[in-house]
């Protein structure tokens, strides 16, 4: 017996040779209860993945073994790229080499980091070098090796339309990114790579369940979000780095890992500045002081620029990494925040920041060596400041400035700062798709508009008026509703085991009920959800979508071969 059957992993599929081409749509096939939506497939999926960042890639890697999971996902990406404006050398991801794709589902799997190391001759050297963590750059190369290894990615595909069909099915409706040639051959086929019918620059799938992993985007002071000037993002920076570093004045707005290694990355390059006394900052040592530019400026000395680190968190705080809080970062406690009221989620979430989106103590202690070692000579035109919130900007394109107002939140205070370069390393926020639009309250909302995941992961309203299988489900979309969780790249394949549960009516990888030591809440007290609510990773009742037959159930840690007529797309 493999090792792969004796853990209860599914044995690895191999597609079959002579897999027939896609079917054709039938003339009855079924109508999309919204209109627009273009020609309907006959051929159903059982699962297809909207997105293909780190989540939407481990859910592929995770289904290519699972023989009786008809999947595909989409992008539109041309191809994997993981934060490629973050790529500053040397640096690392903040979770240990084991929070890889797949490992926490499968150790067994070929898609982990560790074989990806084996196959490209590095696994002795990261061995010797003694880190649990990867380079960020390594991290990528990792996830780019997986992605060339599955033939269920479909690259360039825009969605535009999600609709549900009159049989219960959902048609997703994509628009092609850039190509206007045919996909070749899915490789060990001789079937299309496009499962549905094209129409000019349109392909259409119909699937039984989509799962969205469309990932989150850059979240904008309300200052700046309607402003001309050239503001760069934090997800920006490396393609903005040469003219930042060319600027006068720069000034970093943000608290997190990224504002932390933007700072360290452009402070090799502060100038150092004289004792002549404060005044407007510039790169003339003769210039005479400007009382009106504020008394945070210095009177400068060399080639360079000033460099500004504005935060409203009280300090600049490291993330925390104590074993105990990290018990946090499990699916006990995710049952446990998932079961408190809303508000009280909100409020958590706040408060909870400092353990996921704080600093690695290693850069903050860094940072500070290096100002030491820096100041030897002299002060740096640089300053660092807490407690101070980003209320007004404005541009003035004539002279190249912004003009910033800063508050102190303590103090009440405020002062005018202008700068040359305004970057914001100000995170992320998850957004509802327009694509959901046509499915309309089929998609489950809270009282403030947001997504109303269940703790299975799923938004499907309509499935839990009627207590059937949900066909909707998100991933790092319930930040709010799961917790530190969410973006977690080490519990991502837990949460893909919970979602494959659900959709397969049975557990393809083993999902873990107790991985911690404490307990949440009170003792005897019962946090998760109720009985008629089927935990994650237990599978849902087999009840079928009308109109849509059910695979076989195979027994569990085993996978059956698919037959040629469910391998074709």
């Not at 560790?114 to 010797?128: D, W």
């Not at 958590?348 to 820096?374: A, F, P």
């Amino acid at each position: 017996m493999s090792p792969a059957a004796a853990s209860g992993i599914p044995a690895t599929r191999t597609p079959s040779a002579d897999a027939p081409a896609a079917r054709t749509p039938s003339a009855d096939a079924p109508a999309a209860r919204t209109g627009g939506a273009g020609p309907v497939p006959e051929h159903v999926h059982d699962l297809l993945g909207i997105g293909i960042g780190p989540f939407g890639l481990g859910l592929a890697a995770l289904t290519d073994p699972v023989g009786d999971l008809d999947a595909v996902f989409v992008d539109a990406a041309d191809g994997f790229h993981w934060h490629p404006g973050m790529m500053i050398e040397g640096a690392t991801i903040q979770v240990p080499f084991l929070a890889d794709l797949v490992t926490m589902a499968d150790p067994t799997s070929r898609f982990s980091f560790l074989s990806f190391l084996k196959a490209t001759g590095r696994l002795y050297a990261f061995y010797i070098r003694e880190s649990f963590y990867p380079l960020r750059a390594e991290y990528d190369a990792y996830c780019r090796w997986v992605a060339d290894q599955l033939d269920t990615l479909r690259w360039g595909r825009r969605v535009v339309a999600v609709t549900e069909l009159d049989d219960g099915t959902l048609l997703v409706e994509a628009e092609r990114v850039g190509a206007d040639e045919p996909d070749a051959a899915e490789p060990g086929t001789g079937a299309p790579a496009v499962a549905g019918p094209a129409t000019d620059a349109r392909e259409t799938w119909r699937t039984r369940h989509v799962v969205l992993g469309i990932g989150t985007e850059p979240r904008l002071p309300a200052a700046v979000r309607d402003l001309d000037g050239p503001v760069v993002h934090s997800a920006d920076y490396l393609g903005e780095r040469d003219r930042l570093r060319s600027a006068d004045s720069i000034t970093i707005v943000g608290s997190g890992q990224s504002a932390a290694e933007i700072y360290r990355d452009l402070l090799d390059t502060v100038r150092g500045v004289g004792d002549e006394g404060r005044g407007g900052a510039t790169s003339d040592p003769d210039a005479t002081s400007d009382p009106s530019a504020g008394s945070l400026d210095p009177v400068t000395t060399r080639e360079g620029h000033r460099l500004d680190w504005v935060t409203r968190s009280p300090r600049f705080f490291p993330m925390e990494y104590t074993k105990l809080t990290l018990e946090l970062t499990s699916p006990e406690y995710t049952d446990h925040f998932h079961a408190l009221p809303a508000d009280e989620r909100d409020r958590l979430g706040r408060d909870q920041r400092s353990l996921y989106k704080g600093i690695s103590g290693d850069l903050v202690d860094d940072i500070h060596e290096t100002l030491y070692r820096r100041t030897l000579d002299g002060p740096l035109d640089t300053t660092l400041l807490t407690e101070t919130e980003l209320v007004a900007v404005d541009w003035h394109a004539e002279r190249g400035v912004f003009t910033l107002t800063l508050r102190h939140t303590q103090l009440g205070t405020t002062i005018e700062r202008e700068t040359a370069a305004l970057m914001l390393a100000t995170g992320y926020a998850a957004r509802i798709p327009a694509f959901l639009e046509p499915l309309g309250d089929l998609v489950a909302r809270d009282g403030r508009g947001r997504l109303a995941v269940g703790r299975d992961y799923s938004i499907d309203a309509s499935a839990r008026d009627a207590g059937r299988r949900p066909r909707l489900f998100v991933m790092n979309a319930e930040e709010h509703t799961h917790g530190l969780t969410a973006p977690d790249l080490g519990f991502a394949a837990w949460r893909a085991s919970s979602i494959l549960a659900s959709i397969t009516g049975r557990e393809v990888y083993p999902v873990e009920r107790r991985t911690v030591f404490q307990s949440f809440g009170l003792p005897g007290d019962s946090p998760t959800p109720a009985p008629d609510v089927p935990h994650p990773g237990t599978p849902h009742p087999a009840a079928p979508h009308p109109g849509t037959p059910q695979h076989p159930a195979a027994p569990h840690g085993r996978t059956r071969t698919r037959t040629t007529e469910e391998v074709a797309r």
